[in-house]
Protein backbone atom coordinates (compact mmCIF):
# COMPACT_ATOMS: atom_id res chain seq x y z
CA UNK A 1 0.00 0.00 0.00
CA UNK A 2 1.19 3.76 -1.49
CA UNK A 3 0.86 6.92 0.78
CA UNK A 4 1.36 9.96 0.06
CA UNK A 5 4.62 12.21 0.71
CA UNK A 6 2.49 14.39 3.46
CA UNK A 7 2.05 11.46 5.14
CA UNK A 8 4.73 9.59 4.95
CA UNK A 9 6.51 12.95 6.42
CA UNK A 10 4.57 13.04 9.33
CA UNK A 11 5.81 9.40 9.88
CA UNK A 12 9.28 10.59 9.56
CA UNK A 13 8.52 13.39 11.82
CA UNK A 14 7.12 10.56 14.39
CA UNK A 15 10.31 8.95 14.29
CA UNK A 16 12.55 11.56 14.80
CA UNK A 17 13.37 12.56 11.36
CA UNK A 18 14.17 16.11 10.47
CA UNK A 19 11.67 17.40 7.47
CA UNK A 20 10.71 20.44 6.03
CA UNK A 21 7.43 22.20 7.78
CA UNK A 22 4.50 21.69 5.59
CA UNK A 23 0.54 21.87 5.22
CA UNK A 24 -1.73 19.58 3.17
CA UNK A 25 -4.11 21.33 0.98
CA UNK A 26 -7.08 20.37 -1.00
CA UNK A 27 -8.41 23.54 -2.64
CA UNK A 28 -6.53 26.57 -4.07
CA UNK A 29 -8.02 28.37 -0.50
CA UNK A 30 -6.31 26.45 1.60
CA UNK A 31 -3.16 26.50 -0.38
CA UNK A 32 -2.98 29.90 0.12
CA UNK A 33 -3.91 29.99 3.54
CA UNK A 34 -1.37 27.06 4.54
CA UNK A 35 1.14 29.48 2.94
CA UNK A 36 0.30 32.36 5.25
CA UNK A 37 0.75 29.72 8.00
CA UNK A 38 4.71 29.11 6.68
CA UNK A 39 7.80 31.92 7.72
CA UNK A 40 10.00 31.15 5.01
CA UNK A 41 9.85 33.62 1.96
CA UNK A 42 10.26 30.98 -0.24
CA UNK A 43 7.34 28.05 -0.65
CA UNK A 44 7.51 25.03 -2.44
CA UNK A 45 3.76 23.92 -3.85
CA UNK A 46 4.07 19.91 -4.36
CA UNK A 47 0.89 17.65 -6.33
CA UNK A 48 0.30 14.76 -4.35
CA UNK A 49 0.02 11.31 -6.05
CA UNK A 50 1.31 8.18 -5.66
CA UNK A 51 3.68 8.16 -8.42
CA UNK A 52 7.36 9.21 -8.63
CA UNK A 53 8.76 12.02 -11.13
CA UNK A 54 6.50 14.60 -9.98
CA UNK A 55 9.61 17.32 -10.53
CA UNK A 56 10.17 16.37 -14.18
CA UNK A 57 6.18 16.83 -15.09
CA UNK A 58 6.02 19.84 -13.96
CA UNK A 59 4.30 18.59 -10.54
CA UNK A 60 6.68 20.83 -8.17
CA UNK A 61 6.66 24.90 -8.13
CA UNK A 62 8.39 27.02 -6.46
CA UNK A 63 7.01 29.86 -5.05
CA UNK A 64 8.60 33.32 -4.55
CA UNK A 65 5.25 35.32 -2.98
CA UNK A 66 1.39 34.28 -2.28
CA UNK A 67 0.51 35.59 -6.12
CA UNK A 68 2.72 32.50 -6.88
CA UNK A 69 1.22 30.15 -4.82
CA UNK A 70 -2.32 30.56 -5.81
CA UNK A 71 -1.05 30.04 -9.36
CA UNK A 72 0.91 27.06 -9.07
CA UNK A 73 -1.86 25.69 -6.42
CA UNK A 74 -4.55 26.89 -9.73
CA UNK A 75 -2.54 24.50 -12.27
CA UNK A 76 -2.16 22.29 -10.34
CA UNK A 77 -5.29 21.02 -8.70
CA UNK A 78 -7.52 19.13 -11.43
CA UNK A 79 -3.99 18.32 -13.59
CA UNK A 80 -3.23 15.24 -15.13
CA UNK A 81 -0.07 14.87 -14.28
CA UNK A 82 1.91 12.09 -16.11
CA UNK A 83 5.23 10.66 -15.30
CA UNK A 84 7.45 7.98 -15.73
CA UNK A 85 5.59 5.95 -13.29
CA UNK A 86 2.15 6.96 -13.93
CA UNK A 87 1.40 5.61 -17.67
CA UNK A 88 0.28 8.12 -20.06
CA UNK A 89 -3.07 8.07 -18.61
CA UNK A 90 -1.84 9.68 -15.48
CA UNK A 91 -3.35 10.62 -12.83
CA UNK A 92 -5.63 13.84 -11.24
CA UNK A 93 -3.91 15.80 -8.73
CA UNK A 94 -6.83 16.46 -5.69
CA UNK A 95 -4.59 17.37 -3.27
CA UNK A 96 -1.35 19.64 -2.43
CA UNK A 97 1.42 19.83 0.24
CA UNK A 98 2.65 23.57 0.37
CA UNK A 99 5.85 23.30 2.44
CA UNK A 100 8.83 25.66 3.59
CA UNK A 101 11.69 26.70 1.79
CA UNK A 102 14.64 25.47 2.12
CA UNK A 103 18.60 26.27 1.59
CA UNK A 104 20.20 23.35 0.44
CA UNK A 105 23.65 22.21 0.24
CA UNK A 106 24.50 19.30 -1.15
CA UNK A 107 21.36 16.17 -2.07
CA UNK A 108 21.46 12.57 -1.66
CA UNK A 109 19.36 9.45 -2.35
CA UNK A 110 18.40 7.21 0.53
CA UNK A 111 16.45 4.42 0.49
CA UNK A 112 15.55 0.80 2.28
CA UNK A 113 13.87 -1.81 0.68
CA UNK A 114 13.58 -5.61 1.10
CA UNK A 115 15.37 -8.07 -1.25
CA UNK A 116 13.18 -10.63 -1.90
CA UNK A 117 16.10 -12.49 -3.54
CA UNK A 118 17.89 -12.42 0.12
CA UNK A 119 15.09 -12.00 2.60
CA UNK A 120 17.24 -9.23 3.78
CA UNK A 121 16.75 -5.48 3.56
CA UNK A 122 19.37 -3.13 1.96
CA UNK A 123 20.02 0.16 2.32
CA UNK A 124 20.77 2.23 -0.79
CA UNK A 125 22.37 5.41 -0.53
CA UNK A 126 23.94 7.28 -3.54
CA UNK A 127 25.62 11.18 -3.84
CA UNK A 128 23.19 11.68 -7.04
CA UNK A 129 20.29 12.87 -4.97
CA UNK A 130 17.23 14.10 -6.86
CA UNK A 131 17.68 11.48 -9.83
CA UNK A 132 15.79 8.87 -10.69
CA UNK A 133 17.50 5.72 -8.88
CA UNK A 134 16.91 3.71 -12.08
CA UNK A 135 18.95 6.10 -14.28
CA UNK A 136 21.94 6.45 -11.95
CA UNK A 137 22.00 2.63 -12.01
CA UNK A 138 22.29 2.85 -15.76
CA UNK A 139 24.58 5.20 -15.97
CA UNK A 140 27.09 5.20 -12.91
CA UNK A 141 26.39 2.41 -10.90
CA UNK A 142 29.69 2.70 -8.98
CA UNK A 143 27.78 5.52 -7.46
CA UNK A 144 25.41 3.87 -5.44
CA UNK A 145 26.25 2.35 -2.22
CA UNK A 146 24.77 -0.99 -0.63
CA UNK A 147 24.67 -2.36 2.39
CA UNK A 148 22.83 -5.68 3.75
CA UNK A 149 21.15 -5.59 7.37
CA UNK A 150 21.19 -9.08 9.13
CA UNK A 151 17.68 -9.66 10.46
CA UNK A 152 18.82 -11.23 13.67
CA UNK A 153 21.09 -8.09 14.59
CA UNK A 154 19.34 -5.44 12.70
CA UNK A 155 21.13 -2.22 11.63
CA UNK A 156 24.48 -1.71 13.57
CA UNK A 157 26.00 1.74 14.48
CA UNK A 158 29.17 0.34 12.29
CA UNK A 159 27.04 0.15 9.21
CA UNK A 160 25.68 3.51 9.47
CA UNK A 161 28.76 5.43 9.90
CA UNK A 162 30.23 3.40 7.49
CA UNK A 163 27.97 4.60 4.96
CA UNK A 164 27.77 8.23 5.97
CA UNK A 165 32.20 7.93 5.15
CA UNK A 166 31.40 6.86 1.81
CA UNK A 167 28.82 9.57 1.34
CA UNK A 168 31.44 11.97 1.98
CA UNK A 169 29.77 13.03 5.02
CA UNK A 170 31.80 14.48 7.88
CA UNK A 171 31.91 16.09 11.77
CA UNK A 172 28.23 16.44 13.03
CA UNK A 173 26.61 15.46 10.22
CA UNK A 174 28.06 11.84 10.32
CA UNK A 175 26.45 11.88 13.85
CA UNK A 176 23.54 13.26 12.41
CA UNK A 177 23.19 10.92 9.62
CA UNK A 178 23.61 7.57 12.07
CA UNK A 179 20.53 8.99 13.80
CA UNK A 180 18.45 9.48 10.81
CA UNK A 181 19.45 6.31 9.32
CA UNK A 182 18.22 4.04 12.74
CA UNK A 183 15.26 5.76 13.17
CA UNK A 184 14.16 4.74 9.45
CA UNK A 185 15.15 1.36 10.11
CA UNK A 186 12.90 2.12 13.20
CA UNK A 187 9.81 2.69 10.75
CA UNK A 188 10.46 0.19 8.56
CA UNK A 189 10.40 -2.55 10.96
CA UNK A 190 7.71 -1.48 13.35
CA UNK A 191 5.33 -0.25 10.36
CA UNK A 192 5.78 -3.81 8.17
CA UNK A 193 7.31 -1.56 4.99
CA UNK A 194 8.70 -2.67 1.76
CA UNK A 195 10.32 0.29 1.35
CA UNK A 196 11.15 4.04 2.53
CA UNK A 197 12.93 6.39 -0.28
CA UNK A 198 14.08 9.56 0.50
CA UNK A 199 15.09 11.55 -2.99
CA UNK A 200 16.89 14.05 -2.41
CA UNK A 201 17.94 13.95 1.40
CA UNK A 202 19.63 16.96 1.29
CA UNK A 203 22.12 19.10 4.06
CA UNK A 204 21.59 22.54 4.63
CA UNK A 205 24.11 25.39 4.19
CA UNK A 206 23.16 25.86 8.17
CA UNK A 207 24.59 22.14 8.76
CA UNK A 208 20.61 20.45 8.85
CA UNK A 209 19.98 17.01 7.85
CA UNK A 210 16.97 17.09 5.97
CA UNK A 211 14.66 14.31 4.25
CA UNK A 212 13.61 16.76 1.25
CA UNK A 213 11.00 14.17 0.32
CA UNK A 214 9.56 10.93 1.56
CA UNK A 215 8.18 7.82 -0.07
CA UNK A 216 6.75 4.60 2.13
CA UNK A 217 5.47 1.83 0.79
CA UNK A 218 3.63 -0.99 3.51
CA UNK A 219 3.56 -5.00 3.01
CA UNK A 220 -0.44 -4.77 2.22
CA UNK A 221 -0.31 -8.48 4.16
CA UNK A 222 0.85 -6.71 7.55
CA UNK A 223 -1.78 -3.95 7.27
CA UNK A 224 -4.33 -5.85 9.64
CA UNK A 225 -1.59 -5.19 12.53
CA UNK A 226 -1.41 -1.53 11.33
CA UNK A 227 -5.08 -0.15 11.21
CA UNK A 228 -3.46 3.36 11.82
CA UNK A 229 -1.42 3.25 8.51
CA UNK A 230 -4.51 1.49 6.71
CA UNK A 231 -6.39 4.82 7.18
CA UNK A 232 -4.03 6.93 5.44
CA UNK A 233 -5.29 4.88 2.22
CA UNK A 234 -6.32 6.99 -0.49
CA UNK A 235 -8.71 4.90 -2.70
CA UNK A 236 -8.91 7.78 -5.40
CA UNK A 237 -5.29 7.12 -6.28
CA UNK A 238 -6.13 3.21 -6.97
CA UNK A 239 -7.94 1.32 -9.38
CA UNK A 240 -11.29 0.98 -9.11
CA UNK A 241 -11.16 -2.73 -9.74
CA UNK A 242 -8.30 -3.63 -7.72
CA UNK A 243 -10.19 -2.16 -4.71
CA UNK A 244 -13.01 -3.79 -5.82
CA UNK A 245 -11.10 -6.99 -6.24
CA UNK A 246 -9.25 -6.59 -2.60
CA UNK A 247 -13.06 -6.93 -1.03
CA UNK A 248 -12.68 -10.77 -2.23
CA UNK A 249 -9.30 -10.97 -1.65
CA UNK A 250 -8.98 -11.52 -5.07
CA UNK A 251 -5.37 -10.34 -6.11
CA UNK A 252 -6.02 -8.13 -9.28
CA UNK A 253 -3.51 -5.49 -11.19
CA UNK A 254 -4.66 -4.00 -14.12
CA UNK A 255 -2.87 -3.86 -17.06
CA UNK A 256 -3.23 -2.65 -20.79
CA UNK A 257 -3.92 -5.30 -23.42
CA UNK A 258 -7.14 -7.24 -24.33
CA UNK A 259 -7.40 -10.80 -23.24
CA UNK A 260 -8.88 -11.15 -19.49
CA UNK A 261 -7.13 -13.73 -17.44
CA UNK A 262 -8.22 -15.59 -14.49
CA UNK A 263 -5.71 -18.27 -13.28
CA UNK A 264 -5.27 -19.34 -9.84
CA UNK A 265 -1.99 -19.10 -7.74
CA UNK A 266 0.47 -16.01 -8.93
CA UNK A 267 3.51 -18.39 -10.24
CA UNK A 268 0.96 -19.47 -12.99
CA UNK A 269 -0.88 -16.16 -13.23
CA UNK A 270 2.91 -14.75 -14.34
CA UNK A 271 3.45 -17.61 -17.06
CA UNK A 272 -0.24 -17.10 -18.22
CA UNK A 273 0.49 -13.58 -19.30
CA UNK A 274 4.01 -14.61 -20.42
CA UNK A 275 2.46 -17.27 -23.16
CA UNK A 276 -0.11 -14.97 -24.22
CA UNK A 277 2.79 -12.30 -25.08
CA UNK A 278 4.09 -15.14 -26.66
CA UNK A 279 1.48 -16.02 -28.83
CA UNK A 280 1.05 -12.27 -30.01
CA UNK A 281 -1.44 -11.00 -27.15
CA UNK A 282 -1.92 -8.28 -24.72
CA UNK A 283 -3.14 -9.22 -20.98
CA UNK A 284 -5.50 -6.91 -19.60
CA UNK A 285 -4.91 -8.13 -15.53
CA UNK A 286 -2.89 -9.89 -13.52
CA UNK A 287 -5.52 -11.90 -11.33
CA UNK A 288 -5.20 -14.68 -9.23
CA UNK A 289 -7.64 -16.30 -7.57
CA UNK A 290 -6.46 -17.91 -5.09
CA UNK A 291 -6.52 -21.48 -3.56
CA UNK A 292 -9.49 -22.23 -2.51
CA UNK A 293 -11.50 -19.92 -4.63
CA UNK A 294 -15.74 -20.57 -4.01
CA UNK A 295 -18.35 -20.26 -7.01
CA UNK A 296 -18.95 -16.66 -5.60
CA UNK A 297 -15.56 -15.52 -5.74
CA UNK A 298 -15.08 -16.99 -9.74
CA UNK A 299 -18.44 -14.92 -10.34
CA UNK A 300 -16.74 -11.29 -8.70
CA UNK A 301 -13.38 -12.47 -10.70
CA UNK A 302 -15.27 -12.48 -13.88
CA UNK A 303 -17.43 -9.30 -12.84
CA UNK A 304 -14.12 -7.39 -12.38
CA UNK A 305 -12.69 -8.65 -15.65
CA UNK A 306 -15.78 -7.42 -17.27
CA UNK A 307 -15.66 -4.17 -15.99
CA UNK A 308 -12.83 -3.45 -18.17
CA UNK A 309 -13.79 -2.11 -21.33
CA UNK A 310 -10.88 -3.46 -23.21
CA UNK A 311 -11.26 -7.09 -22.57
CA UNK A 312 -12.09 -8.45 -25.71
CA UNK A 313 -11.55 -12.17 -24.28
CA UNK A 314 -11.14 -14.11 -21.45
CA UNK A 315 -8.61 -17.00 -20.83
CA UNK A 316 -9.64 -19.41 -17.14
CA UNK A 317 -6.40 -21.59 -16.59
CA UNK A 318 -7.10 -23.62 -13.63
CA UNK A 319 -4.56 -25.92 -11.81
CA UNK A 320 -6.26 -27.68 -9.65
CA UNK A 321 -4.73 -28.97 -6.41
CA UNK A 322 -6.38 -27.46 -3.05
CA UNK A 323 -8.55 -26.36 -5.57
CA UNK A 324 -11.03 -29.02 -7.24
CA UNK A 325 -11.82 -28.49 -11.26
CA UNK A 326 -15.26 -29.23 -10.85
CA UNK A 327 -15.84 -26.32 -8.04
CA UNK A 328 -13.88 -23.85 -10.59
CA UNK A 329 -16.09 -25.20 -13.65
CA UNK A 330 -19.20 -24.68 -11.81
CA UNK A 331 -18.29 -21.41 -10.76
CA UNK A 332 -17.32 -20.64 -14.43
CA UNK A 333 -20.67 -21.59 -15.76
CA UNK A 334 -22.50 -19.44 -12.72
CA UNK A 335 -20.55 -16.71 -13.83
CA UNK A 336 -20.73 -16.91 -17.84
CA UNK A 337 -25.04 -16.98 -17.24
CA UNK A 338 -25.02 -14.01 -14.03
CA UNK A 339 -23.09 -12.01 -16.17
CA UNK A 340 -24.11 -13.03 -19.82
CA UNK A 341 -21.20 -13.58 -21.29
CA UNK A 342 -20.71 -12.77 -25.12
CA UNK A 343 -17.21 -12.24 -25.49
CA UNK A 344 -14.83 -15.66 -26.32
CA UNK A 345 -13.55 -17.72 -23.54
CA UNK A 346 -11.21 -20.33 -22.70
CA UNK A 347 -10.74 -23.02 -20.24
CA UNK A 348 -8.17 -24.69 -19.76
CA UNK A 349 -8.48 -27.30 -16.22
CA UNK A 350 -5.91 -29.76 -14.56
CA UNK A 351 -5.68 -31.47 -11.71
CA UNK A 352 -7.93 -32.54 -9.07
CA UNK A 353 -11.63 -33.86 -10.37
CA UNK A 354 -10.70 -32.53 -13.96
CA UNK A 355 -12.91 -35.00 -15.83
CA UNK A 356 -15.33 -33.55 -13.42
CA UNK A 357 -14.74 -30.33 -14.18
CA UNK A 358 -15.16 -30.89 -18.24
CA UNK A 359 -18.34 -32.71 -17.90
CA UNK A 360 -19.71 -29.60 -16.21
CA UNK A 361 -18.55 -27.28 -18.76
CA UNK A 362 -19.02 -29.48 -21.62
CA UNK A 363 -23.05 -29.87 -20.16
CA UNK A 364 -23.48 -26.56 -19.76
CA UNK A 365 -24.77 -25.45 -23.39
CA UNK A 366 -22.58 -22.50 -23.09
CA UNK A 367 -20.20 -21.30 -25.70
CA UNK A 368 -17.15 -22.50 -23.56
CA UNK A 369 -13.65 -23.15 -25.85
CA UNK A 370 -11.77 -25.96 -23.74
CA UNK A 371 -7.81 -26.33 -24.04
CA UNK A 372 -5.93 -29.37 -23.23
CA UNK A 373 -2.65 -26.97 -22.60
CA UNK A 374 -1.82 -23.71 -21.35
CA UNK A 375 -0.15 -23.59 -24.62
CA UNK A 376 -3.17 -24.43 -26.56
CA UNK A 377 -5.56 -22.38 -24.44
CA UNK A 378 -3.34 -19.58 -25.14
CA UNK A 379 -3.13 -19.71 -28.72
CA UNK A 380 -6.62 -20.27 -28.90
CA UNK A 381 -7.73 -16.70 -26.95
CA UNK A 382 -4.90 -14.66 -28.97
CA UNK A 383 -6.46 -16.15 -32.63
CA UNK A 384 -10.61 -15.87 -31.08
CA UNK A 385 -9.88 -12.18 -30.39
CA UNK A 386 -8.06 -11.17 -33.63
CA UNK A 387 -11.03 -12.95 -35.16
CA UNK A 388 -9.12 -16.08 -36.65
CA UNK A 389 -11.55 -18.23 -34.63
CA UNK A 390 -10.71 -22.09 -33.30
CA UNK A 391 -12.31 -25.47 -32.68
CA UNK A 392 -13.81 -26.66 -29.55
Partial sequence: MNIHEYQAKQLFR??????PFGIPAFSVDEAIKAAESISTEIK???AQIHAGGRGKAGGVKIAKNAADVEKYSNELIGKILVTHQTGPSGKEVKRLLIEEGCNIDKEYYLSMILDRSISKIIVMVSTEGGMDIEE???KNPEKIIKEVVEPSMGLQQ????KIAFK???KDKLVFKFVNLLSNLYNLFIEKDC???EVNPLVTTIEGNLVALDAKINFDANALFRHQDILSLRDLDEEDPKEIEASKFDLSYISLDGNIGCMVNGAGLAMSTMDIIKLYGGNPANFLD?????SSEKVTEAFKIIL????VKGIFVNIFGGIMKCDVIAEGIVSATKQVSLTLPLVVRLEGTNVQKGKEILNASGLNIMSASSLSDGAEKIVNLVNGIGGEN
Avoid at 14 to 19: A, E, I, L, Q, T
Avoid at 158 to 161: L, W
Avoid at 289 to 293: F, I, L, M, R, T
Wanted: glycine share 12%; hydrophobic share 45%.
Fill in 14 to 19: DYGVDV
Fill in 44 to 46: VVK
Fill in 136 to 138: VAD
Fill in 158 to 161: FQAR
Fill in 167 to 169: LGL
Fill in 194 to 196: SIV
Fill in 289 to 293: VGGSA
Fill in 307 to 310: SDRN
